[in-house]
C-alpha cells in the first residue's frame, strides 16, 4: 500500500506535558482518514507539526515519503490544510479572499478562481462580502482556501465545528466529491463520530497522545460488535436465561437489555417463552463508532 503520511513515534514535548507520547500512525493514499480522539488527546498538535507549525521534540514523519530538508518543503507544497476556523478577510468577497491566498502562496493568477468556487458551491456570491457568509460558507471557503496549490493531500481539524445540519451535509458532500472525484487524501479530525462515519475509509483512534488502533472503515463494519435490543414484559428473568446460554448483556430498564454477538435468536426466543418471559420486540443494532471509541479508551464521551 502506499501512503502519503507516516508518522513513527512522534513525540511533542511542552514544558507542562506531553501533547504526543510516540504516535505512530500511516494514511494510506486515496484514503478518508478519520482522526478521533477526546478533547486534549493531541489531534491538533499532530496537524501542526504537518503543517510546519510546530517541531517534534523526537520521533519522525514522512510525507510523501520526504523526511526533511527541501524534499519535505516540496512534498508540504503537496498538502493543504484548513485548522478550525479558517483566518478570512471579512470585507473581501471570496474570489477576492482567494486572489489573496493565491499571491501569499506565491502562486500565479492563473484563472484557478472561478474553478475553486465552483467546486465549494460558491460561485454565486459575486460580490458579496464574507461578512455576509453563513458559518457553513466561511467553512467551504476555507477549503477553497486549502486547495489554492492544488493539493492532493487535505487535512482538516473539525471542518463541521459549529455547523447545522445543512451546513453538514454540504460539508461532507463536498470532501466526498474531493476525494472521489479529485483524488484527494483526506485527513480528518472530528467530534461528531456519527458523521465521520458516513465519509471515513479509516479510523486512527488518539488518546494521551498515543495510537491506540488504526482500523479500515470495512474491517469496522466487519468485526465491529453487534448488539441485539430486546424489549420484553419483565427482564427479571432474563438475566438467568442469559446466563445459562453464555451470553454478554447489559440490562437498560425493567423492559429493555441489550444481547451483545450473534447468539442464537430462534433458542433464545424458546428458552424466554419457557421462563414465562415475553419478547415484544427484537431489534439487530450495529455497533456505532462512538461505541466502539468508548470501548477502546474508556471515560466519558469528549472525543
Ligand atoms: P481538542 O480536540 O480540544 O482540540 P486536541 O486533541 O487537538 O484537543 P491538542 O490541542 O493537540 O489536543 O493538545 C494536546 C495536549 O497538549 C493538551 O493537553 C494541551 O493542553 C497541550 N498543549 C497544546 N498546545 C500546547 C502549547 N502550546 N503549550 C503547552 N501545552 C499545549
Not at 153 to 181: A, C, H, S, Y
Not at 253 to 258: F, I, K, N, V, Y
Request: hydrophobic share 35%; with cysteine; proline share 4%.
Amino acid at each position: 500500500m502506499e501512503y502519503v503520511l507516516q508518522t513513527k513515534e512522534l513525540c511533542k514535548q511542552y514544558r507542562h506535558g506531553r501533547a504526543l507520547d510516540g504516535l505512530t500512525m500511516s494514511v494510506p493514499k486515496g484514503s478518508v482518514y478519520g482522526l478521533i480522539g477526546k478533547n486534549g488527546a493531541g489531534k491538533t498538535t499532530l496537524i501542526q507539526i504537518l503543517c510546519g507549525l510546530q517541531r517534534p521534540s523526537a520521533g519522525s514523519f514522512t510525507l510523501y515519503g520526504a523526511a526533511a530538508g527541501p524534499e519535505l518543503a516540496r512534498a508540504r507544497r503537496r498538502m493543504g490544510a484548513m485548522v478550525e476556523t479558517p483566518s478570512l478577510y471579512p470585507d473581501r468577497t471570496a474570489a477576492g479572499n482567494l486572489a489573496l491566498q493565491n499571491r501569499v502562496l506565491g502562486l500565479p493568477d492563473d484563472g484557478n478562481i472561478p474553478g475553486l468556487l465552483r467546486l465549494v458551491g460558491l460561485e454565486n456570491t459575486g460580490s458579496k462580502t464574507v461578512r455576509g457568509f453563513s458559518l457553513g460558507m466561511r467553512q467551504r471557503l476555507g477549503i477553497a482556501l486549502a486547495l489554492c496549490g492544488s493539493p492532493d493531500f487535505l487535512v482538516l481539524d473539525e471542518p463541521t465545528n459549529g455547523l447545522d445540519p445543512q451546513g453538514i451535509i454540504e460539508m461532507r458532500e463536498l470532501i466526498l466529491k474531493l476525494n472521489r472525484e479529485h483524488q484527494i487524501t483526506v485527513l480528518i479530525s472530528s467530534h461528531m463520530l456519527d458523521e465521520l462515519s458516513r465519509l471515513a475509509t479509516r479510523y486512527g483512534f488518539i488518546d494521551n497522545g498515543r495510537m491506540i488502533r488504526e482500523i479500515s472503515a470495512e474491517e469496522f463494519a466487519r468485526t465491529g460488535r453487534r448488539r441485539i435490543r430486546l424489549t420484553l414484559s419483565d427482564t427479571r428473568p432474563l438475566a438467568r436465561v442469559l446466563d445459562e446460554m453464555g451470553l454478554e448483556y447489559k440490562i437498560l430498564s425493567p423492559t429493555q437489555a441489550d444481547v451483545y454477538g450473534h447468539p442464537n435468536v430462534a433458542r433464545l426466543t424458546r428458552a424466554l417463552d419457557e421462563a414465562s418471559c415475553k419478547l415484544q420486540e427484537i431489534r439487530e443494532k450495529d455497533e456505532t463508532l462512538e461505541s466502539y471509541f468508548l470501548a477502546l479508551v474508556g471515560g466519558d464521551r469528549r472525543a
